[in-house]
């Protein structure tokens, strides 16, 4: 982590217009507009791709990520997972303490359902909404990354694709605008928590070695 910011100023501005865009959509329309706008823009490629590409929110890349750096780097490993630790807290509080039981699209809109379009081989939920844990899930890990990533190019298509693995939740009637709104901001704030509580620590030699591979001693 060096002297370095969390996030460069780039990843800054283009952060704050995603919180303010989607922020000022959510306040401008009812709940539930957004996902009824999304999906009647149906199509076939769009059933493909995203039924394929929320997969990427559901926790196993994490755990992915999580043990290359338990092998490569132990000060990125404990970043990883006091992050993970904090974005489960935050998601288990809301989805099954403050809004346990809160109906997801396919129940909010039951009396419309017919005129729903699902994608064919999802399993569509009924209830425990707010907020989506496959978007904190994402996001969480793309602001380990960004944060760890000095390429901007890359970093760029990291939030991109974060911000499609919530927009999939939307499309595939797993989640509304709300819930990958905040998912998505509690992500954020575990990374950037994490990333404070590890960044005492970035000059130990000790963590900067992994399990199975370790930087040579300068002599």
Known sequence: MENRPFIDKGMQWLVLVYVLAFGVLMLMTNHG?????????????????????????????????????????????????IAIA??????????????????RPKTFFA?????????????????????????????????????????KTLNVLIFIAAVLVGISRVY??????????IGSVFGILAALIAWYIMKPYADRPKLQNGLLFRKPSKS
Not at 40 to 63: E, K, N, P
Not at 114 to 140: I, K, Q
Not at 172 to 181: A, E, G, V
């Open 33 to 81: 507009d957004f996902v009824l706008w999304l999906n009647d823009r149906h199509t076939s490629f769009g059933d493909f791709f995203f039924q394929y590409w929320t997969y990427l929110g559901d926790g196993v890349l994490l755990a992915i990520v999580a043990l290359y750096f338990l092998f490569t780097n132990l000060h990125k490993f404990y970043y990883m997972l």
């Open 86 to 103: 904090l974005q489960t807290v935050f998601v288990h509080i809301f989805k099954q303490w403050l809004f346990d039981g809160e109906p």
């Open 172 to 181: 595939i009637l797993q989640h509304f605008l709300r819930d990958i709104y």
């Open 111 to 151: 009396d419309q359902v017919d005129r729903l379009n699902f994608v064919e081989g999802v399993n569509t939920r009924g209830f425990d909404s707010f907020p989506s844990g496959h978007t904190a899930s994402a996001f969480t890990l793309a602001f380990v990354l960004i944060s760890i990533c000095k390429n």
